[in-house]
């Protein structure tokens, strides 16, 4: 267990203040982690680290690229970027796009995006490899609250996505996207099948002949 661990509880949700949140935050003195924060509770991650996670992060960003390539939808994907509405969330998922219209509405120089001042993102992907309980549960009610258009979960162990839209305050699984019309589900699962066994460019050929039909 790393020296963080010993002083920090990590990955499980601990109840706090926004500001007992922030003393916790500044207290991590550069270790590498991820931060959340909902309903009065943080939880503090350590970065993922690992082929697994790492693989599967890559080649469901790479699908989500293409599609939008493909399809001329504009995008701005962003990865493991801070969200935060000060005083009640702070979230930074594995992945997140901004899409269409709201493509290009971030500035370049952001560093927090401010969910005061901007709105939520279109997608966002958490990939779970270890966490997937709680990227169903608790983490989802967060993104529920945020208000995002659609929450994807990149289920490590079983090579697939569990994919739900999220409208007024709740949400339901979809098996197709409905921010990036079109794209079904079962092809990102698909992909993370192949990706077991086939290198990038070749799923990625791959995903190339299914969004040209």
Request: proline share 3%; aromatic share 10%.
């Amino acid at each position: 267990m790393s020296n963080l661990q010993t002083k920090i509880k990590t990955n499980t949700w601990i109840t706090a203040t926004w500001s007992e949140y922030l003393e916790v935050i500044e207290s991590l003195d550069g270790h590498k982690v991820k931060c959340y924060y909902h309903n009065q509770k943080y939880r503090i991650e350590m970065s993922p680290i690992g082929n697994k996670h790492g693989s599967d992060h890559t080649v469901i960003m790479l699908a989500v690229n293409l599609f939008a390539i493909f399809k001329n939808i504009d995008f701005n994907g962003k990865d493991n970027s801070t969200y935060q509405k000060a005083g009640f969330q702070e979230t930074q998922p594995d992945a997140s796009y901004y899409l269409g219209k709201n493509a290009d509405l971030i500035p370049y120089e952001t560093s927090i995006i401010d969910l005061d001042e901007y709105p939520p993102p279109d997608l966002v992907i958490e990939v779970a490899n270890t966490s997937l309980s709680d990227d169903k549960g608790e983490k989802r009610i967060l993104y529920e609250n945020i208000g995002v258009g659609e929450y994807w979960i990149v289920d490590v162990q079983n090579a697939q996505v569990i994919a739900f839209s999220v409208a007024d305050g709740g949400s339901k699984q979809i098996r197709e996207s409905q921010v990036l019309p079109g794209l079904k589900i079962s092809v990102l699962n698909e992909a993370l099948q192949q990706s077991r066994n086939l290198n990038q460019r070749l799923v990625g050929a791959w995903l190339m002949e299914q969004f040209q039909q």
